[in-house]
Nanobody, 124 residues
Framework: QVQVVESGGGLVQAGGSLRLSCAAY????????VGWFRQAPGKEREFVAA???????TYYGDSVKGRFTISRVNAKTVYLQMNSLKPEDTAVYYC??????????????????WGQGTQVTVSS
């Protein structure tokens, strides 16, 4: 099974940008859909973005559409480029992988393999 590790979080001012990385260990992300989720204090976990294992399809949550971009860099790395950040984007961001998917599948649920999370803080 794949192990997932996030990196790239930090503190940024509103309007700024950050790029999060999601790395696969043990296996590659081949045949896995990959998604990003976030959870702010006192709130439920929220879907952010997902990409099919071929990289051909992407899907975004309404709150980040047009500002965030998910992409596959290679077989072991997925990026989440976050632009025009807002204070409400502050959260712990988690990367997750889902196996048993079709070539074009993007999904908001059913992820089995999760990383430990990386903190993103956007100051006003």
């Amino acid at each position: 099974q794949v192990q997932v590790v996030e990196s790239g979080g930090g503190l940024v001012q509103a309007g700024g940008s950050l790029r999060l990385s999601c790395a696969a260990y043990g296996r590659t992300f081949r045949s896995y859909a990959v998604g990003w989720f976030r959870q702010a204090p006192g709130k439920e976990r929220e879907f952010v973005a997902a990409i099919s294992w071929t990289g051909g399809n992407t899907y975004y949550g309404d709150s980040v559409k047009g500002r965030f971009t998910i992409s596959r860099v290679n077989a072991k790395t997925v990026y989440l480029q976050m632009n025009s950040l807002k204070p409400e984007d502050t959260a712990v961001y988690y990367c997750a992988a889902k196996d048993g998917v079709t070539d074009s599948e993007v999904t908001t649920n059913g992820y089995r393999y999760w990383g430990q999370g990386t903190q993103v803080t956007v100051s006003s």
